[in-house]
Every structure is written in structure tokens, then in C-alpha cells.
């Protein structure tokens, strides 16, 4: 049988894995941040736990449903944002969520639902300083007009706009509520209420205040805004009615009156650069329904503001150019960078939460367990790994050197790919890893010796070492193959169907046992092809085959004599 093809040119195939780990490791020094560290796990470097309290308008408890899907919704998020490694667990009535570092920010980041309602802007002006005292019914605010009521048609002002057409159809409530900020330090709750019944009171006072459709307790609302406090109605304003609000940066207190397109009408998110106006964006894409309303909208109010409103807040309140527009196709701007961009668009696009939440605690976990189960498992990795190569020497002699070449080889590619990895997706490497990372390239070595025990069955058949090598890799190259077709599978299936640091292991398992395929045809076939070539190496007490060729000669002696008689 001849050799397999490409097996006769041993230096183009080692030239080939030469060139692919030089190729590896210029992406590793030369792009992104240059630096040959891989990304750790929680477990490893340590992180940041935010517990999330739950929180309902009438102040009952959540339902274990409603935290379900706030769990699916944050690790869709998580998932959307490469923030690899992150963890959220429901405990109780609470959500968990740990991300690697010490940014208790991000974690925050990920449970925001970013609950969307376009509203026409019925009336606009600067907040008063650190919010005025209401003035008594009727009178206008200091400093400004009277803002008009959101049920009647107000007086034309240059820049604003006026209330939606009448019959103009607007959106049920959305049963998703964007958390609130970190609230304030807490205080006893006053007349013996509960904390919840205490924010149920707080959020059911701000209703009665800013969303009256009463022109005279607009009036109060607008005067009383205070944009630097805390706002209680965050996430739970009621969209069929007109609300008081201030804009994200503080600037402005808008009146506006009752959404016309809500957030669930979103197919889609995007953020980009805005190269003619040097700003980030958010672009959104609506659905059918969601088209036709931001149509008809944009067609009632050309030259007049409508203001994009995100957890009770006006991100941004352009003024109409031109309308209606057609197509379902808009964009937010706002004072974003490019990572808030990221992460505004990431929230619209997964969607909003069932719940609304608040900060109840923020705490760093400490990586000093995680390092000492490091030091454990890559000592028992390293103990493993030297006993394979011992039991390599013993049997196979100085051909065990080969495998421990293609140990060496297989580890150094698989860490490039880790560092590439961890910059391009945000692979983490944690314990489970580490472990599918051993357990991967040791299977390098059991490619080894399946391919050199065909090799001594193809000499146990009579053939010289340089011939049975390219025989024994026919043969073994298939078994090979089969096994690594049924780790690959396995690899797939406990991903796609485990959860948290199991999937690390998976993934880890997977990349190592592809490797492993590139090591065993450009390293290890080549390798014994060249020292079969070698009389060097074909000495029996080099390669340690003088058993076998014994057992050889023996039979075909035994054969010699059966065919004399």
C-alpha cells in the first residue's frame, strides 16, 4: 500500500504548522492590545457581585416566572455583549450577577431594560435649581409660561411640538420595567411601612403628581422637577397618560404627552458612528406595526420635537425634518459614546425585563481560592503530562521524544488561540477550562500511540521500519479520525446543552481536539516519516522495536519450515 499523499514531503507539512504558529502569535503581538496574557475567569482573577432586589409597583413579590425571564433576558445581554464569564443566578427573590473585574458598573449594565416610548413633547424648559417649591394651582412655574395640558391642542412655541391628533391610538402598558438607579441610603420607613409598601407609596405619589392630566397639577409637576434626586417613577410610568420627566443629562424638564410607539415594536438594534455629525447613534429597525405608527407620526409632526424616552427619561428629543417617514428606520442621538452605544443597542435589541430592580448590594470576589485550585490543577495537568512522556521513553524508546515534540507543539498553538480568543470573542479561561485544555492535548499523545502501535503491527507482519511507518499511518490515521469525530460531537452536544463553566470545558475540548488533528497530520506523521528515513532511528535500540522485529524473524522462520516440508 502506498503512502498517503503529502506524507512523502515531511518538511512542506512541518514548514506548514511552522508558518500557522508564526501566523498565531504576530495576531498575538502585533493586534489588539499586545499583550500574550489570556482572558481569566471569575474564578481565577476574581470579579464583581451585584445582588439586584427586585421591585414591584403594588410592592408584592415577584414571581419566580417573571425572575426566569429576567435571568434569560441578562444572559442573552451577556451573550450579546461578549461579557464572557459572567455569571446570573435568581437567589430568592433576587438576581445575582458577577462579572469578572472589579467595575461593579457593568454588572448594573447588564440588568437595565431599557424600556423605550417615543411621546410627542407637548411643553419644554430648564429645571429650576435643585427643583422649586410647587406653586400654588394655577399659577404659572418661575421663570417660564405655563406649560399647556397634555388633553389640550397647546400654543405654538418656536421648536416644540404639539400633542398627537386626536384618535390617535396609543400603546398598552408594557409589562417590562427598566431597574432603577443605585438608590439612596435607605432610611427607616415612616408610619410603620414595610420597604416595600414604602416604594409602592413613593412610586403611586409620583404617578398622582407627574401624570395627571390635570393642567393645573402639570404646572406643579413641572415646577417641582428636581432632575438631580432619585426618581421613584424610573421604569413605571403608565404610557396611555402624560408624563413630567427631565432628560437624561439633567438640562431639561419636558412635558409630554402619551407614547405613540413603545419599544416592543423594535425588530432590531444597532449602534455606529455618525460620520457627517461626528456622533454615536443608535439605529433602530421597527417592525410592520411599529413602521406604520412611527409614519403617521413623523407626518403630524414635521418641524416639531418628539422625544425618545428610555426609563422615564428623554435620551434624545429631535426635531422632526421632514415626514413621514417611511420605511421604519430611525435613529436615537444622544451624549453616547461608543460603549454606551454598544450597550443601549444590546438592550433594545434582547429586549426589556419583566421586573424592575435596584442596586441592594455590591461586593468584590476574592480570586484567592481560585488561584490555589490553579496552582492544584496545573500541577496535577503537569504531573500527567510527565508521566505520559516517562511511559513514551520506556516503551517506545527515543521515538517517545517525538510525542513529547508534539505535546510541546499542540500547547504553544492552543495558548495563541486562547490570548486570540479572549480579545476577539471575550473567551474567559476558568477552572473547567484549564481542565478541557489538559485533557485535550493529552489526547495528543494518544494519537501518537495509535499511530505507533500500527507501526508494530505492520512490522510484526515482516516490513522494515521505513516501510511500516507509512503503512502504520494508513491505519492509524482512521482510527484517529474516528475518535476525534466522536470527541468533536460530544464537545458540541455538553455545549449546546450545559450551562456555566461546563460549557467552558466544552469549548476548550473542542478547539484542542481540532488541534489536535492539524498536530497529528503536519507534526506527528511527518516527524516519524523523517525518522524512518533515518538509520539512526530505525535501530532497534533507538526506536525500541527489537521485540517486535524478533517476533517478526520468528514467524517467518516458522513460515520458512512449514513450506520446506
Not at 504553544?412 to 490570548?419: M, N, P, Q
Not at 507482519?461 to 503503512?471: D, I
Request: with cysteine; proline share 7%; hydrophobic share 40%.
Amino acid at each position: 500500500m502506498p503512502p498517503s499523499q503529502g506524507s512523502a514531503h515531511p518538511f512542506r507539512l512541518l514548514g506548514a504548522y511552522a508558518a500557522l504558529l508564526a501566523v498565531i502569535y504576530a495576531l498575538v503581538f502585533f493586534t489588539g492590545d499586545h499583550s500574550p496574557s489570556a482572558k481569566l475567569g471569575i474564578d481565577l482573577q476574581g470579579g464583581t457581585r451585584v445582588t439586584l432586589t427586585a421591585r414591584t409597583p403594588d410592592g408584592n413579590k415577584p414571581s419566580q416566572d417573571s425572575l426566569k425571564k429576567a435571568q434569560e433576558i441578562i444572559d442573552a445581554r451577556v451573550n450579546g455583549l461578549g461579557v464572557a464569564g459572567s455569571e446570573v443566578v435568581i437567589d430568592g427573590d433576587n438576581l445575582v450577577i458577577t462579572v469578572p473585574g472589579d467595575d461593579s458598573q457593568q454588572a448594573r449594565a447588564l440588568a437595565t431594560t431599557a424600556k423605550l416610548y417615543i411621546r410627542p413633547v407637548l411643553f419644554a424648559t430648564e429645571p429650576q435649581a435643585g427643583g422649586a417649591a410647587p406653586p400654588a394651582p394655577g399659577t404659572a412655574p418661575p421663570g417660564g409660561t405655563a406649560p399647556p395640558a397634555a388633553t389640550e391642542t397647546p400654543a405654538p412655541v418656536p421648536g416644540e411640538s404639539t400633542p398627537p391628533a386626536e384618535g390617535a391610538t396609543t400603546p398598552a402598558p408594557q409589562s417590562r420595567v427598566f431597574p432603577a438607579q443605585a438608590p439612596p441610603t435607605p432610611t427607616p420607613p415612616p408610619g410603620g411601612l414595610t420597604t416595600q409598601q414604602q416604594q409602592a407609596k413613593e412610586i403611586a405619589d409620583a404617578k398622582a403628581l407627574r401624570q395627571s392630566t390635570d393642567q393645573q397639577v402639570q404646572q406643579v409637576a413641572v415646577a417641582a422637577m428636581d432632575c438631580t434626586k432619585p426618581d421613584p417613577l424610573t421604569g413605571n410610568d403608565d404610557p396611555t397618560l402624560p408624563l413630567v420627566t427631565c432628560s437624561q443629562d439633567g438640562t431639561e424638564v419636558f412635558l409630554l404627552g402619551p407614547s405613540r410607539i413603545d419599544g416592543q415594536e423594535i425588530a432590531d438594534a444597532t449602534s455606529g458612528l455618525n460620520s457627517q455629525q461626528a456622533r454615536h447613534e443608535v439605529n433602530l429597525e421597527f417592525k410592520s406595526g411599529g413602521a406604520d405608527a412611527w409614519s403617521k407620526l413623523t407626518g403630524e409632526y414635521v418641524n416639531k420635537r418628539v422625544a425618545f424616552v428610555l426609563d422615564s427619561k428623554v435620551v434624545s428629543a429631535p426635531q422632526v425634518q421632514q415626514g413621514p417617514q417611511l420605511g421604519g428606520r430611525t435613529s436615537i442621538s444622544g451624549s453616547f459614546t461608543a460603549d454606551s452605544a454598544d450597550e443601549l443597542a444590546n438592550t433594545l435589541k434582547y429586549g426589556s425585563l419583566p421586573l424592575s430592580f435596584q442596586t441592594s448590594e455590591a461586593e468584590t470576589v476574592s480570586a484567592t481560592l481560585g488561584l490555589s485550585s490553579l496552582k492544584a490543577g496545573l500541577l496535577a495537568g503537569a504531573v500527567g503530562l510527565i508521566a505520559v512522556l516517562l511511559y513514551c521513553l520506556l516503551v517506545y524508546r527515543m521515538l517517545g521524544l517525538l510525542a513529547g515534540f508534539s505535546l510541546i507543539a499542540a500547547g504553544i498553538a492552543v495558548y495563541g488561540i486562547i490570548v486570540l480568543l479572549g480579545r476577539w470573542i471575550g473567551f474567559t479561561l476558568d477552572l473547567a477550562g484549564i481542565a478541557g485544555l489538559i485533557i485535550g492535548i493529552g489526547l495528543t499523545a494518544d494519537s501518537f500511540v495509535v499511530f505507533f502501535e500500527r507501526i508494530k503491527d505492520e512490522m510484526r507482519e515482516g516490513r522494515s521500519f521505513r516501510s511500516a511507518v507509512p503503512r502504520g499511518w494508513q491505519r492509524a490515521q482512521r482510527t484517529n479520525l474516528s475518535g476525534k469525530t466522536v470527541s468533536l460531537i460530544a464537545s458540541v452536544v455538553l455545549y449546546l446543552l450545559a450551562a456555566g463553566q461546563v460549557k467552558g470545558f466544552a469549548f476548550t475540548l473542542g478547539v484542542t481536539t481540532v488541534l489536535d488533528v492539524i498536530v497529528l497530520y503536519l507534526v506527528t506523521a511527518p516527524l516519524l516519516m523523517l525518522a524512518s528515513r533515518s538509520p539512526f532511528w530505525a535501530k532497534p535500540s533507538v526506536n525500541g522495536l527489537g521485540s517486535v522485529q524478533q517476533i517478526a524473524r520468528e514467524r517467518g522462520q516458522a513460515r520458512s519450515k512449514e513450506m520446506s516440508r
